[in-house]
């Protein structure tokens, strides 16, 4: 599959998943805030409506109140006027105005509320139940104490009390009028709750009733028995039998969710409704909504997230279409180096087409690949000198091997003679030991053997100082040859340094191939080729370097042989001298050897034990000689080994073009995107 199906396969899923997650995060986000926002409503809806009815009940209550308050006063002031007029007394007055405030038929308020009269000290002067008591130290004698104080001296007020046999304390309305002559407080109060039949539904029923076909949308009231005191549908049912009624009245305040069948609904429906309670009347105000109406802002929330999720996803179709045309143009581009390359070829580089604005990764990459594959051919061409300069020098080691392979077999040659002359003349000694007595006889003869001998031995001389003029070369040119070793030594470290540069560069190529993932895989095979030729390399110095160690060791032993082979070539030759002053003397003892025959026979003998000696020297000279011969031979051997490796070497730099055809101008192969 190409890589610009990848893309646009990768891109669209991963684009349609994340415009799903996005639309979804969305579509919750908005569902989360629509819903706090209608039951937010729904909420102030039903405090509204509380605060409505709980408004329009003070109102009530207060006007109920004051006209019960106002008809006492004018009974009390009238029953004053006659007193004043003296139809009746004070005491009389009082009386009748006692018996009517305390008579439940005169003015009954409320279901516990009753009259009562306070003298402006707080003295309770009539009360049904606690008659003659102060109140000065209840709470809310302050707040009795400011009506007085205003013009009017009369006002409303409201209070927590708990009539004596009851638990709890309710909130208690109360009006006061004051009657200045009697100094008397008219005080009428009863409990709010016991007030509901003063209140007209129809003062708030209107801002209630908004159920129709197309909303479902409205409030209703309950009371703690679990009827329904206002609702559009059922008013005046009983509904303490459903589950969702019995949580209300005991909850009182709260959100909701319950099933519910309305008069538009042809099915039960989930619906969301939040309550309060109204604590003056023991109501509890519901405002509920069913859940379709309350997601119905969604409708066009889902329709234009599904169209902007068809929009984005085509875009993102047309725009990964285009990169992964872009990005496979490019990848062609690093497929044709990367071929170029594994053919041998590195003069091709990456060339960007884009405009420095336009420029990517990819182009960044190709940058960086081209600084690679001029280092890498920096270092090929290095490894070529290099290659080149080994091979000059391992072909001038090998000459030298072998003319020291030559030299040393000549020396072999040469002290194998002396050895075998110096047996000859060994055996002659003993003849002429054994013939001493014929001596004389043959004087002439030895005179002429002698002169043989000395001339032999003056030749000895001679090729002993050839000999230990050959075996200076020889040590001379191991010397060198140690010398062109060590400097062969800092060429394999160069080498072996170029090769560790070389595996690093490859290395992080892979990892940038690896990172690249699949678009990289190409150049991750390439990268590894050239790390394994890097190892490769690496084991070659490695070879090399184990020959040089050989060669340096056989050098450093050839060496230390020619040195002792020197030693016995000096002895060799301080004997030969001496041998040559000996053949001297026996030249002048043989003229005269007619003269002094057992003169001749003891210097005979002298000569014997001397030619032994000799003899011994010349056979550890001829050992030496040997040895060197060998380690020379050796030498060549390394040498040869070494020619191997860097011929082997030169194959591998020789298999990459690493200069254009001089003339060619710029390659028409070269990748361009």
């Given amino acids: 599959m190409k890589t610009s199906k990848k893309l646009f396969y990768f891109f669209g899923g991963s684009s349609l998943l994340i415009?799903?997650?996005?639309?979804?995060?969305?579509?919750?986000?908005?569902?989360?805030?629509?819903?706090?926002?209608?039951?937010?409503?729904?909420?102030?809806?039903?405090?509204?409506?509380?605060?409505?009815?709980?408004?329009?009940?003070?109102?009530?209550?207060?006007?109920?109140?004051?006209?019960?308050?106002?008809?006492?006063?004018?009974?009390?002031?009238?029953?004053?006027?006659?007193?004043?007029?003296?139809?009746?007394?004070?005491?009389?007055?009082?009386?009748?105005?006692?018996?009517?405030?305390?008579?439940?038929?005169?003015?009954?308020?409320?279901?516990?509320?009753?009259?009562?009269?306070?003298?402006?000290?707080?003295?309770?002067?009539?009360?049904?139940?606690?008659?003659?008591?102060?109140?000065?130290?209840?709470?809310?004698?302050?707040?009795?104490?400011?009506?007085?104080?205003?013009?009017?001296?009369?006002?409303?007020?409201e209070y927590e009390w708990k009539n004596p046999g009851e638990n709890e304390p309710r909130t208690k309305a109360a009006y006061l009028t004051y009657f200045e002559p009697w100094k008397m407080i008219i005080w009428v109060s009863s409990y709010k709750a016991e007030f509901n039949t003063l209140i007209s539904k129809d003062d708030f029923r209107e801002g209630m009733m908004e159920r129709n076909e197309k909303s479902s949308r409205y409030s209703y009231i309950l009371d703690l028995a679990g009827n329904l005191i206002v609702h559009p549908e059922i008013e005046g049912s009983n509904v303490s039998g459903f589950s969702f009624a019995r949580e209300m009245i005991e909850k009182k305040q709260g959100r909701i969710e319950y099933l519910w069948k309305g008069k538009y609904d042809n099915r039960e429906k989930k619906k969301t409704a939040y309550y309060g309670f109204l604590s003056d009347l023991n109501w509890i105000v519901v405002s509920g909504l069913n859940e379709s109406?309350?997601?119905?802002?969604?409708?066009?929330?889902?329709?234009?997230?599904?169209?902007?999720?068809?929009?984005?996803?085509?875009?993102?179709?047309?725009?990964?279409?285009?990169?992964?045309?872009?990005?496979?143009?490019?990848?062609?581009?690093?497929?044709?180096?990367?071929?170029?390359?594994?053919?041998?070829?590195?003069?091709?580089?990456?060339?960007?087409?884009?405009?420095?604005?336009?420029?990517?990764?990819?182009?960044?990459?190709?940058?960086?690949?081209?600084?690679?594959?001029?280092?890498?051919?920096?270092?090929?061409?290095?490894?070529?000198?290099?290659t080149n300069k080994i091979i000059e020098l391992i072909q001038a080691l090998s000459a030298s091997s072998q003319e020291t392979s030559s030299t040393a077999n000549q020396q072999a040659a040469a002290v194998k003679e002396i050895v075998s002359t110096m047996e000859d003349v060994n055996s002659l000694s003993k003849s002429i030991e054994k013939k001493i007595s014929e001596v004389t006889v043959i004087t002439d003869n030895t005179k002429t053997i002698v002169s043989n001998g000395f001339s032999k031995v003056t030749a000895s001389l001679d090729k002993m100082s050839e000999i230990n003029s050959a075996n200076q070369t020889t040590i001379d040119g191991i010397r060198y040859l140690s010398e062109k070793i060590d400097n062969i030594w800092d060429i394999v470290n160069l080498i072996n340094g170029i090769a560790d540069q070389t595996k690093i560069i490859a290395f992080n190529a892979e990892l940038e191939a690896s990172a690249a993932g699949e678009a990289g895989k190409n150049f991750q095979i390439v990268a590894t080729e050239i790390r394994r030729l890097a190892d490769g390399t690496v084991r070659s110095t490695n070879e090399i370097k184990e020959r040089i160690t050989e060669i340096q060791q056989s050098s450093d032993r050839l060496i230390l042989t020619s040195e002792e082979g020197t030693e016995k070539i000096r002895q060799g030759n301080d004997l030969t001298k001496e041998i040559n002053e000996l053949f001297k003397t026996i030249s002048g003892s043989a003229e005269i050897s007619n003269e002094s025959t057992q003169s001749i026979s003891k210097s005979i003998r002298q000569q014997g034990g001397t030619f032994e000696q000799i003899l011994i020297a010349i056979r550890q000279i001829s050992e030496g000689v040997d040895n060197i011969a060998a380690a020379t031979s050796e030498t060549a051997g390394a040498a040869d080994s070494l020619g191997e490796v860097s011929e082997n070497l030169e194959k591998i730099v020789s298999r990459y073009v690493l200069e254009a055809p001089a003339g060619s101008g710029e390659n028409p192969s070269e990748a361009r995107t």
Avoid: C
Avoid at 64 to 74: D, G, I, N, V
Avoid at 297 to 306: D, R
Avoid at 326 to 338: Q, V
């Fill in 293 to 386: 109406e309350l997601l119905s802002p969604l409708i066009f929330l889902k329709f234009f997230i599904f169209a902007g999720m068809l929009i984005a996803l085509f875009v993102f179709a047309l725009s990964s279409k285009f990169v992964g045309r872009l990005i496979e143009k490019k990848i062609e581009a690093f497929m044709h180096l990367f071929k170029a390359a594994g053919e041998g070829n590195l003069t091709h580089e990456y060339i960007a087409e884009s405009t420095p604005a336009m420029r990517d990764e990819i182009d960044d990459m190709g940058t960086v690949f081209n600084v690679f594959m001029r280092d890498y051919r920096d270092v090929l061409f290095g490894l070529q000198k290099i």
């Fill in 19 to 157: 415009i799903t997650a996005a639309g979804i995060i969305m579509y919750s986000y908005v569902k989360s805030t629509v819903i706090k926002l209608q039951e937010s409503r729904l909420e102030e809806s039903a405090g509204l409506i509380i605060k409505k009815i709980s408004a329009i009940t003070d109102v009530s209550i207060r006007n109920s109140l004051r006209s019960t308050a106002h008809k006492t006063e004018q009974l009390v002031r009238y029953y004053h006027s006659q007193k004043e007029a003296g139809s009746i007394s004070e005491k009389e007055a009082i009386s009748v105005i006692r018996k009517l405030i305390l008579s439940k038929q005169y003015a009954p308020v409320g279901e516990t509320g009753y009259l009562a009269v306070v003298k402006d000290n707080g003295l309770l002067y009539i009360h049904p139940h606690a008659e003659g008591a102060s109140i000065t130290k209840a709470v809310f004698w302050p707040k009795v104490e400011a009506i007085l104080s205003t013009p009017e001296k009369e006002g409303y007020l």
